[in-house]
């Protein structure tokens, strides 16, 4: 059989839906969204790809803001 080299991979279809959760999430996780609000179906690896990606959104929201009670001397 010839190999096709035009035609996309099956496999590489599931990475780039995934890719795309984990970017929902972060934005999802910067604006301080409820995680319930996870548009993909329990269980899935999307599911599981916008966790990730809110998680990562809350750690670069905190990362944003300065620390509180610092007591800084001039």
């Known amino acids: 059989m010839a190999k096709h080299e035009d035609q996309p991979l099956i496999a590489e279809a599931p990475h ?16 301080q969204s409820e995680p319930e609000e996870n548009p993909y179906p329990e269980g ?22 300065p620390p509180g009670n610092i007591n800084v001397r001039p």
């Not at 780039?16 to 999802?28: L, M, N, P, V």
């Not at 899935?44 to 803001?65: C, M, N, V």
């Open 16 to 31: 780039d839906e995934e890719a795309a959760a984990y970017a929902c999430g972060i934005e999802a996780g910067k604006k």
């Open 44 to 65: 899935s690896p999307q599911a599981k790809a916008f966790e990730h990606g809110y998680l990562d959104g809350q750690k670069i929201r905190s990362d944003d803001k």
